[in-house]
């Protein structure tokens, strides 16, 4: 009897030129998946980092892209053409809390306009599931930690935590009426090996390789759920298998009881103190910091922490890079890359 084989499952990736984007294509891919990648090289950081992460994906077996944004009919309907689609990772967005103070009318375009043009998509041709990202930056003022999915989370901080809230209310209200089983992510403070250059650890890091001194923002009292790349990829692919079903995990679960929808925490689940994650950077340079205090930023939150109970009845507890671990994966690359 000849061998049946089976075609390998499709998914698009959206914003599959940036950091958690390219992390999550190259390990689709790994795993024998068709890629389809969406990204729009905008230059809102230096372009030659995209264009070098897509660089490692572009000579592998089974991966396409197409350059343009989701706002873009073209760019968008040469991407959605490639389909039909096992899954839809919906990564490409406008990030960065201060930055959305000083244009907010980039937030609009990408998160908002880019998101719905995805939405409509997948209306008319849906996938087997749908997995956006959001962001913890949508549990804005509340207090009372871990974050759970079930809180309430109303009060945003910043116009990027807003609209990203939006998104998540925009692709309810597609899974209500469509049917549109879908996953909204809020990823917790993620680093690693090709990170962005405009967050806090290359920041750090190119500051005590130049001499510079590093910026603390409220005294340096500040924690978050620092979540290693690695681990959020192996947690958002895992989570490709379980589509929201019809009965909660339990009490904690926040899937929608009108709709194929449902929110999950990407954590830890461990906070670590400010003062931790630069000491782990300046063991893995060999360098001390030089530090200089500064206020509270507007749009910033002093912690964030992440309840996983969720994410791990879904999935199963997941192992967590140690943080020291993880910052000498990502001194390394920085070293290799920047010739530091």
């Known amino acids: ?27 689709l891919l790994d795993d024998g998946w068709r890629v389809t990648g969406l990204d729009a090289m905008s230059d809102y950081y230096d372009p030659a980092l995209k264009r070098a992460r897509n660089a490692r994906l572009e000579p592998r077996d089974g991966f396409a892209w197409v350059e343009g944004r989701l706002e873009d009919p073209d760019a968008f309907a040469r991407a959605w053409g490639a389909g039909p689609f096992d899954a839809v990772i919906h990564l490409a967005a406008q990030a960065g809390v201060r930055h959305s103070i000083e244009a907010p009318g ?42 759970r999915e079930i809180d309430r989370a109303d009060h945003q901080m910043s116009f990027y935590a807003a609209t990203k809230k939006a998104t998540e209310a925009m692709a309810h209200s597609y899974a ?25 650890p290359s920041l750090f890091t190119s500051a005590i390789f130049e001499g510079r001194p590093i910026k603390l923002f409220n005294g340096g009292d500040m924690r978050r759920d620092f979540t290693f790349v690695g681990d959020l990829v192996e947690r958002l692919v895992a989570l490709i ?9 339990g009490d904690f679960d926040s899937l929608s009881p009108v709709a194929p929808h449902r929110i999950v ?29 500064h206020p509270m930023q507007p749009g910033d939150v002093p912690a964030t922490w992440a309840d996983t109970t969720l994410q791990d009845a879904l999935i199963g507890p997941r192992q967590v890079t140690p943080l020291q671990t993880g910052i000498d994966r990502f001194v390394d690359w920085f070293r290799d890359y920047h010739g530091a």
């Open 1 to 27: 009897m000849a061998e049946t084989r089976t075609a390998p499952r499709h998914a698009l990736v959206t914003g599959s030129a940036g950091f958690i984007g390219h992390h999550v294509a190259a390990r």
């Open 106 to 147: 980039d937030y609009v375009d990408a998160n908002l306009r880019g998101t719905f043009a995805l939405l409509e998509a997948a209306r008319h041709r849906p996938p087997a599931h749908l997995l956006l990202a959001s962001t913890s930056s949508v549990y804005g003022a509340n207090t009372a930690m871990p974050y």
């Open 176 to 200: 209500h009426l469509y049917g549109l089983p879908t996953t909204m992510f809020r990823f917790f403070t993620v680093y690693g090996p090709w990170g962005r250059p405009d967050m806090a």
């Open 241 to 249: 298998d379980v589509p929201p079903g019809d009965a909660p995990a």
């Open 265 to 293: 925490n990407i954590g830890t689940g461990r906070p670590t103190e400010l003062a931790e994650f630069v000491a782990s950077i300046e063991r893995a340079a060999g360098r001390a910091a030089l530090r200089e205090m």
